[in-house]
């Protein structure tokens, strides 16, 4: 095994075929003097010196470490698109030697001392993409796995691998390098299909040791491990065949099938452990053995394989063996599960996440200028003739089949088929549209959680009344109190009544009052439209919606006892036009393809005179295609004629057009019911939107409120004592004239209402403590967002309480402009029931909250808490 490949953490890389070195610069050289002139010869010599250096450096054998690895990588990349423009213009071949003395030798990668000498290009192309696929899979080796770099390196490279060999054996090379004569094993297309799963096992191995590491669950770890035993096994059937079977050494045998078992028993290992978790008991033993029978079965052929997988192995056979007799005696004492049969056990699930990686983008040549001159014109606008040609047959062709197609949608759809059928037996759909109308209403609650959102209306209102009355509260206390110590000191009592002071806030109270009234009864015109609109929109609460829906029924009388006939027959005719289409996909598939693979290059820089008769013998290619395609056309057409006649037989016997009138009702109904649930819900999300803005507005109020008692509060102590001064015979005149400023009444504006740096919290604390619930506190709301005037919307000054300016306090207090209207709106944006007719709003100096989020439908025409 050491032989034909390396083994690092129980995984396989593939050594390159060794070659024998070959001179392509005077062959060619002399190939070109001949077919075009010395001049030629002379004006590609960079190109020739191009090609036999790239030539030169696959013939060195390359070094393990990565740099190494990925410069012969590129090497072998370079040489493949180099030997793409090579093989057009140089016949290379055995039986037409125009390149003369040009032989490629090759030596098998799995036994060294068989090679193969041919004068072909086919052979050192398919050559050189086996070896590209074995650097790859050595790159991956070399990857350190135990870092998440290292195994994206690994899995990467593996994939790339995979895609090298994919592309040897569908490209046609390895077929073409066969016909070209005798070759070695390792370049045959079964060969080449073998090592491609093989190296997809190994990416989806790294997959696999990554999710492990990762922790993720047992159920995901297993349908990965499984997939890498699909490869495995794959892989293993590919080398057990007969051309494959006696080419490689038993103990690479030994390793795949070794490894095919290894993670079939981890799948059913992994799997069991889900099944532990859920208390499938019975499965998990069943499991358990099936996957420890296919260890001990592929233990015993095992022969060679590396110390490092057996151990691997054993410790997974202990580990299932452990679990297999906890779950035993868990079964015997607790659960007593008949454990099941391994053959009534499903298949394992597997989830392949690794495929073979395309090599076009690599291996495209198109960009190379190698030999760019020696390709005359006159083939080229013959090539690109050709092409026209090609694309015109498979453009009109697809227009065929896509109109045959749109004709057999349109005839359906007006004979209601399938859906009559699919009716008949209980198959009922919605219209796509109407359907994602539902799915949308019943994901937002549907009309049984129209009542949780009344509810929360409710309480929001409730929260605001509260709110309101605990902000009247607070400036009656004021007043009062302010009333107490101006009837105990009469005339000495200079401040101004605190009515004067609270005219704007008690306004605006009374204001918020009025649309909390107003919007109470919107709210009771949406819970009657709830109310008085459910039987309507019950029918959206039902699930399946498609339950709601009425279905055609059998007559209840039959005379002759045919209508199973009539729908057999139907059904059958249906299946057959199923059928036609899906053959008209496989026809146009079908061209794309012959175009993809259709290169006449080759046969037009061979020929001479006029390419018509190549044109005529290439096109006739596509003419067996062409005419499948008219024929399923013609018998497409006739289906439908057959299929309209039974459809009237069908529609008489069951009375489709009744059913066809019931449905529409049913379908206006659902759309009417959808209709006035998003109205609702609309007027719904616009009240809740309301009454949060509401209650952020009454907030600040009754902050503002707090702070202006404050102010009136420490006014108050300090008047006090002034007066008992007074009283007590200790004014003098200079302090007397002070305390007369000190003692002006300070207006309620934004000096008034913040507190002083050192206020004591006891003359500032409300009579009672905000009861706003938990579920009501808003979102913090942006500044613009304000529905007050400056006056109470600007940062609050600190008042001055030492002597002021002889006219500080002489100025009138701040008046908002005339006509500004300070209430709250009912909901922004809206102008309907919650605004005071006699009391229009005017904009104020900052915008309305910009309440507008909308609900789980669009927006929709039409006022909040219309009448329902």
């Not at 709110?467 to 009333?483: I, M, R, S, Y």
């Not at 110590?485 to 401040?495: E, I, K, V």
């Amino acid at each position: 095994m050491a032989s034909v490949a390396a083994a690092s953490n129980v995984m396989l890389a593939i050594h390159e075929k060794k070659t024998t070195p070959t001179d392509l610069y005077r062959p060619l050289r002399l190939y070109i003097a001949s077919a075009y002139s010395e001049r030629e010869a002379a004006a590609a010599d960079d190109d020739l010196c191009a090609v036999r250096d790239l030539r030169a450096a696959i013939e060195q054998p390359s070094l393990p470490d990565a740099s190494s690895l990925e410069q012969r990588r590129d090497a072998l990349l370079a040489y493949a698109r180099a030997l793409a423009l090579v093989e057009p213009r140089f016949p290379i071949s055995s039986d037409r030697a125009h390149v003369h003395s040009l032989t490629f030798t090759w030596h098998d990668a799995f036994k060294g001392n068989k090679k193969c000498g041919l004068a072909s290009v086919h052979l050192e192309k398919a050559a050189v993409l086996f070896n590209l696929g074995a650097v790859y899979s050595q790159i991956a080796l070399a990857a350190d796995r135990s870092t998440d770099v290292g195994i994206r390196t690994a899995c990467g490279a593996f994939q790339s691998a995979a895609g090298a060999f994919a592309w040897l054996r569908e490209s046609g090379v390895a077929a073409k390098a066969i016909v070209a004569g005798a070759t070695t094993v390792d370049v045959t297309p079964e060969c080449a299909g073998m090592l491609e799963k093989l190296m997809l096992a190994q990416a989806q191995e790294c997959f696999f040791e990554k999710v492990v590491a990762g922790g993720k669950p047992p159920a995901l770890c297993s349908k990965v491990a499984r997939q890498v035993g699909i490869f495995y096994e794959e892989a293993y059937a590919a080398l057990s065949a007969p051309s494959l079977s006696q080419h490689f050494d038993k103990t690479w045998v030994s390793h795949i099938q070794l490894k095919a078992a290894q993670f079939y028993a981890d799948a059913c290992y992994r799997y069991s452990l889900d099944l532990h978790e859920k208390e499938e008991i019975a499965e998990e033993i069943a499991r358990l053995k099936i996957g420890m029978g296919a260890l001990a079965d592929a233990k015993k052929a095992a022969r060679g394989v590396a110390a490092q997988l057996l151990d691997s192995v054993n410790k997974l056979e202990s580990n299932m063996k452990t679990n297999l007799e906890r779950a035993m005696k868990e079964n015997d004492r607790v659960y007593l599960m008949r454990v099941p049969a391994a053959g009534s056990l499903g298949a394992l699930p597997a989830a392949p996440l690794v495929k073979s990686t395309s090599l076009a983008e690599a291996l495209d040549a198109s960009k190379e200028r190698l030999f760019s001159s020696l390709v005359p014109d006159g083939s080229m606008k013959a090539l690109s003739k050709y092409t026209e040609m090609v694309d015109d047959i498979i453009r009109t062709q697809a227009e065929k089949l896509q109109q045959s197609s749109e004709i057999t949608r349109v005839r359906l759809k007006e004979m209601d088929l399938p859906d009559s059928i699919l009716s008949l037996e209980g198959n009922i759909a919605l219209p796509f549209d109407l359907k994602e109308d539902v799915e949308a209403v019943q994901i937002s609650g549907g009309p049984a959680g129209l009542e949780a959102e009344l509810q929360q209306l409710r309480d929001l209102r409730r929260v605001n009344q509260e709110l309101l009355v605990q902000t009247e509260e607070l400036l009656q206390k004021e007043a009062n109190e302010d009333a107490q110590f101006r009837t105990q000191f009469g005339s000495r009592w200079t401040r101004p009544q605190s009515s004067t002071l609270t005219k704007n806030i008690q306004d605006r109270l009374n204001l918020f009052a009025a649309n909390l009234k107003k919007a109470s009864d919107s709210d009771s015109l949406i819970e009657r439209g709830v109310k008085e609109n459910y039987p309507l929109m019950s029918i959206l609460d039902k699930r399946p919606i498609e339950s709601a829906l009425p279905s055609i029924s059998r007559p209840i009388m039959s005379l002759d006892g045919n209508e199973d006939a009539i729908v057999g027959s139907l059904k059958q005719s249906l299946r057959q036009l199923e059928s036609l289409g899906a053959q008209r996909a496989g026809l146009e598939d079908m061209l794309k393809e012959m175009k993809r693979k259709d290169d006449i290059l080759p046969k037009l820089m061979a020929g001479a005179g006029s390419h018509d008769d190549l044109y005529k013998k290439e096109i006739a290619k596509y003419d067996p295609i062409c005419a499948e395609i008219a024929d399923n056309i013609v018998a497409q057409e006739q289906l439908l004629l057959q299929i309209q006649a039974q459809n009237e037989q069908f529609a008489a016997v069951f009375n489709l057009e009744d059913y066809k009138a019931a449905r529409e009702r049913c379908y206006k109904q659902i759309a009417a019911a959808v209709a006035k649930y998003r109205e609702i819900k609309k007027n719904i999300n616009e009240g809740l939107n309301f009454y949060v803005t509401l209650q952020e507005a009454i907030g600040r109020i009754k902050q503002q409120c707090s702070d202006f008692i404050m102010t009136r509060n420490i006014q108050c102590r300090e008047m006090i004592e002034d007066v008992q001064r007074k009283i007590a015979g200790f004014s003098f005149s200079s302090s007397s004239h002070t305390s007369m400023q000190r003692n002006v009444s300070v207006p309620l504006d934004q000096s008034s209402l913040s507190p002083p740096p050192h206020a004591q919290p006891s003359y500032a604390a409300p009579p009672r403590g905000d009861s706003r619930s938990g579920y009501s506190q808003p979102e913090p709301r942006p500044a613009y967002s304000q529905p007050y005037p400056p006056s109470y919307g600007a940062p609050p000054q600190q008042p001055q309480y030492g002597a002021p300016h002889p006219g500080q306090y002489q100025q009138p207090p701040h008046q908002p402009p005339s006509g500004h209207d300070y209430g709250q709106p009912a909901y922004p944006g809206w102008r309907g029931p919650y605004y005071n007719a006699h009391q229009p709003q005017q904009p104020g100096p900052y915008p309305q909250p910009p309440y507008n989020a909308p609900g789980s439908y669009p927006p929709h025409q039409g006022n909040y808490y219309r009448p329902q």
